[in-house]
């Protein structure tokens, strides 16, 4: 096992931007949001508890810090190197740094929040549930009433009772209610939805095979 701290930027990749080494120990500057910056040690910049999972459960460390190891003596080797290279593993080994960052997993959680957002404010809209009511509610009503052996004409008056429709006007603010607490319980589960569901991408293809081949017809310079 690799360890709990994972890195979403692989300590050889940061190596490269190295401030300083001291006795075998490589410092890079790390630069916050906010535009502070900090020296630190490459083991502890751009890692994350568990990101590519636990022991035991839903995890691709393993075979990630498998593949760093093959492609950390390549990525030594073209430091020394500049101008075109002709090396079949650089397709490899950029697709696999494309799909494993933190920046695609919060790619993802962003569109998810916009999705799950206008999903909302869609759903919780008094007049999308009159609507929902007028349509779907009411015709499936019908034709449980009909089912129930209450003739089509019948079922229909029913379903267009005044009094149905003021108890239904009645439950609105209930079902807006409702509404709401789907979404927030969705907002709950949405990070550890993508959480999973990249870690179980990178399960199946941790080294991009596909993004591989369409990037090996590419030609590539070292500068």
């Known amino acids: 096992m690799a360890g709990k701290n994972q ?3 692989p300590q050889f990749l940061q190596k490269g931007f190295a401030s300083r080494v001291q006795r075998g120990e490589i410092f ?7 535009g502070s ?4 040690n490459i083991s502890n910049v751009a890692k994350e508890r568990y990101f590519y999972g636990r022991a035991g459960e839903l995890n ?6 498998d593949l760093e190891t093959e492609y950390a003596p390549l990525l030594d080797s073209l430091r020394s190197r500049s101008g075109q290279v002709f090396e079949t593993r650089i397709a490899s080994l950029i697709a696999h740094l494309s799909i494993r960052t933190r920046y695609l997993r919060e790619s993802f959680a962003n569109c998810a929040d916009v999705l799950l957002e206008r999903i ?7 007049e999308t549930i009159r609507k929902i009511w007028a349509g779907l509610g009411r015709e499936r009503l019908i034709a449980e009433l009909v089912a ?19 108890f239904v006007e009645s439950m609105v603010p209930t079902a807006v209610s409702y509404v709401d607490g789907l979404a927030d319980g969705a907002r709950a589960r949405t990070p550890s939805f993508i959480r ?7 399960l199946e293809d941790p080294a991009a095979l ?3 081949n369409a990037y090996s017809s590419f030609n590539w310079f070292v500068l």
């Open 120 to 126: 909302h404010g869609h759903l919780r809209d008094p």
């Open 210 to 212: 596909r993004r591989s």
């Open 60 to 65: 691709v460390d393993d075979d990630i810090t």
């Open 148 to 166: 129930r052996g209450i003739s089509a004409e019948d079922a229909s008056r029913v379903a267009s009772s005044p009094n149905l429709v003021d």
């Open 37 to 40: 910056a900090f020296e630190s």
């Open 7 to 9: 890195h979403t930027i």
């Open 196 to 202: 999973d569901g990249h870690v179980k991408a990178l």
């Open 28 to 34: 890079v500057w790390a630069y916050r949001k906010d």
